[in-house]
């Protein structure tokens, strides 16, 4: 009789990878008004990429209502953007770190509310 293989860490990965893929909850008012506040002059009201800053910068801002590319970025890879900016993920230097300026609650919370640009 052949053995079987317990289910339970493939059941738990499973589940990992899901919840990962998930938009993370928001309290959507404080996201929103951080948003307006620190990060639409670059990328826009609507998160599309042309605040009124960002014709200064030496790299166009990130479209967030680009469906399409939105969906190959991860939650993490957007937190560790906001959280250490740019260069520090191999991106513009143009995007500052954020980690003096919010908890990384806050920094979730914008990544919730960044996903709600993008109107499938």
Not at 80 to 85: A, P, S, Y
Not at 89 to 103: H, K, T
């Amino acid at each position: 009789m052949k053995k079987s293989k317990p289910l339970a860490p493939t059941i738990l990965a499973l589940a990992a990878a899901i919840a990962a893929a998930l938009p993370v909850r928001a309290d959507t008012a404080a996201a929103q008004k951080n948003y307006q506040t620190f990060c639409a002059k670059c990328h826009g009201d609507s998160g599309n990429g042309n605040g009124s800053a960002a014709a200064t910068l030496s790299t166009k801002p990130r479209d967030f209502a680009d469906c399409a590319a939105m969906q190959k970025i991860s939650n993490d890879t957007m937190f560790n953007v906001i959280k250490n900016g740019g260069k520090a993920n191999g991106l513009s230097g143009d995007m500052q770190a954020w980690s003096d300026g919010f908890e990384d609650s806050e920094i979730h919370e914008l990544v919730s509310y960044v996903r709600s640009f993008c109107k499938k």
